[in-house]
Every structure is written in C-alpha cells, then in structure tokens.
C-alpha cells in the first residue's frame, strides 16, 4: 500500500505498487482508494444459518495496531454511537443476505472521524478478537459455527452485549530488535485470573515457542461494567501474567500503562508504529511499566534498590546440556511480551 499525497506522486506510485503486486502475487493490477488520515478499524460480528437467520452481535474495535497487525481488540468501539453502530449492523446483514452467505463473518470497515465508515472486507471465518464478543453476548461462537454447519436454525433473536470487553494480544517479540519474533523455550509461565479474565493460550512452563508461526502464543480477555473499569482490570491481569525465559537484558524502558490515547479512545494506527530508532515506543506507554505522569518518563527507583524485572521478548533458547539458572518471572505488562 502507498498513500499519494501530491498528484504528480500518482503514476509513480501506480508503477511501484504494480510492480511490488507482479512480484508478490503474480498479478500487477492494483486499485485506488480514498485515503483515511486518522480511521479506526471497526468490524461488524455476524452470524448466518442455512435457515435464512442472519444477527449482528455487535462490533469490534481493533484501532491499536503495528504494521497492519492487530494489537488490541475491544466491544464495543469507543467511537460508535448507537446510530452508526444501526447502519453498520444494518449494512453488515444487507452484504451477507446479497452474498447468500451461511457462517460465522467478520465485515471490517474503516471509519472516519465525521462517522462514516467504508468497506474493507469480509473475513468469512472466526477472528482471533471474536473471544470480547464471547465475554458482552455470553454466546460460545464457535459453538455456534459449528451448529450453523449441522444444518441447525439458529435463535439469537434475544442475543444483546452488555458491558464491555477487551484483548490484549501476548507475542514473543524483541523490542530492542524492532519487534521481531523471539521464539524459544518458556522456563516460566503463570497466567492471571480472577472474575471475567479469561486466558486463551497455546503454551506452558517448558513449552517451546517456534519460530515458523506468528509469533502470538496468548490472549488475555477481560470484562466488565464499562470500559473504564475493563481497562483497569486488564491493566492488573497483565501485572499478574508471568512469563520467564531469555536473556537477562533491558530490551524497553518502562513507561506509562495509561497512555492518554487509550482512555479517549483515539489510539489510531499511528499508536504503536513507531521503531526503537525514534525513542520510547508509543505501543509501550500502554503497558511495560509506571511512569512520572507529569514528565512522562520512566520513574527511578532509588539508588541501591533492588532493579524490577520487566517482560522478556525475546525467548531465544537456552542449551539443554546447562539448564537455565533460575530467575524472578518476567511480568507481562506492555509491548515487549503483551504487544500491547
């Protein structure tokens, strides 16, 4: 994807973006399509029976990301009111019924900041973020999709979200190498919990991450009234999520779990895009540690205190021959393990 900001960019563009597609995919066509400065990627959960029952069961806000991938996930939007969130149900059910479509979907869509929204596309699958949808309807949706492919008819009619739910995706990364994968073997694993916190996750204490798959192995699901009281839970699971294994170095400073873009619900693309190269990540102001709230910068603890350990990315494997000496658990509370 290239953003043309000057018309005399335009056919530059076009030929260096035909290129990239001849060399990617086989094929050079490409497409155009208006540019949204500062959008918020909003996605509308539906559900299809064979039996003509299509039900929007709320949308997703999936805002806070890092080169086109997604970090945090949460339901509802903070920036849909009940009109928009009518036309995009609405619209959602009109493109499925138009498609015939029979399944659990996904029908993504960029919104601008005047409240209008337009199409991406339509992931004819479960998400990753379909767990917050599970926690504000109670419904079990891949329960449901699995139904729907018996044949079943469906009753959703009463299905409402109540409360508010969000997800913090947990990666394997390296921030000092600019968020690469950190495979290896987990030494040290203890998860959260506690009322509305859920854990899905692939690992376990001696469990290896490999490097041939995304480098994401948990997610952490929180719950609650409203949004302000499930960020604040989140922000305590992930204080509670341990996760040891890696080198003993210093790959992110700590910063400020409560970056202003995440109450206001204005975190964008641009949050978390920032390389190690320009300072302190924006992504890490939402979780690796506490910081001064006037200055901004990480707090000092005193001299000849004991140093806190912080969350290790970069899980690379340590020798069978020598096992690992032990080391306190790492704390899962930012970018470097909750990519947050």
Known sequence: MHVVRRPQDLSSALARAAREAQAYFGRPEVFLER??????????????????????????DCSVQRRH??????????????DLRTRLGEAAIAL???????NAGTVECIVDEDGNFYFLEMNTRLQVEHTVTEMVTGLDLVALQIAVALGERLDLDDARPRGHAIQCRINAEDPARNFLPGPGRVVGYREPSGPFVR????????????????SMFAKLIV?????????RRML????????????????????????????????????ARAGPARGRHPEQRLGVGRADRASGRPRRAPRGARRPTRPRADLRPTPRARPPAPRPAHRARGASMCTA
């Open 35 to 60: 540019y949204i400065e500062r959008g918020h990627h909003v996605e509308a959960q539906i559900l299809a029976d064979a039996h003509g029952g299509i039900w929007f069961l709320g949308e997703r």
């Open 96 to 102: 499925a019924k138009a498609a015939g479509y029979v």
């Open 199 to 214: 854990v899905d996750s692939a690992i376990r204490e001696g469990h290896e991450i490999p490097p041939d798959y995304d």
């Open 69 to 82: 991938q997604k970090l945090i996930e949460e339901t509802p939007s903070p920036v849909v009111d009940e």
């Open 236 to 271: 305590r699971a992930l204080d509670e999520f341990h996760v040891e294994g890696g080198p003993d170095d210093d790959p992110a400073p700590p910063v400020d779990p409560l970056h202003p873009g995440v109450p206001s619900g204005d975190p964008h693309d641009h949050l």
């Open 223 to 231: 719950a609650a009234e409203d949004r302000e009281r499930a960020r």
